[in-house]
Nanobody, 126 residues
Framework: VQLQASGGGLVQAGGSLRLSCAAS????????MGWFRQVTGKEREFVAA????????FYAGSAEGRFTVSRDNRKNTLDLQLNNLQPEDTALYYC????????????????????WGPGTLVTVSS
């Protein structure tokens, strides 16, 4: 599975962006998916994840209430709506495939994800 994230850009604090991730597979519906972000010099961190059917989601504490993950299995796409963005949200955002069957909060570290595509840069100015 190849993944391509897009939708990043420059936005002022308090603004919004919608990221999208296109998957190159017709069996996209088989995969739980996740969003991560990384700041230069820091470790990649979990942002949000969504189950195969979209009926279950997890968020990092920093994303809860501001970000919304969704998917369209007919279009093989994964989205991340970013609202009320703050300068500390500035990062390279990645989508990835969850590579284990256990879709639980204790299985959301980067090691359980794969097929990292090139990220999309989100820059939030103060």
């Amino acid at each position: 599975v190849q993944l391509q994230a897009s939708g990043g850009g420059l936005v002022q604090a308090g603004g919004s962006l919608r990221l999208s991730c296109a998957a190159s597979t017709r069996s996209f519906y088989n995969y739980n998916m996740g969003w991560f972000r990384q700041v230069t010099g820091k470790e990649r961190e979990f942002v949000a994840a969504i189950s195969r059917t979209g009926d279950s989601t997890f968020y990092a504490g920093s994303a809860e209430g501001r970000f919304t993950v969704s998917r369209d299995n007919r279009k093989n796409t994964l989205d991340l709506q970013l609202n009320n963005l703050q300068p500390e949200d500035t990062a390279l955002y990645y989508c990835a495939v969850h590579r284990v069957p256990q879709f639980r909060r204790d299985y959301l570290q980067t090691t359980w994800f794969a097929n990292w595509g090139p990220g999309t840069l989100v820059t939030v100015s103060s």
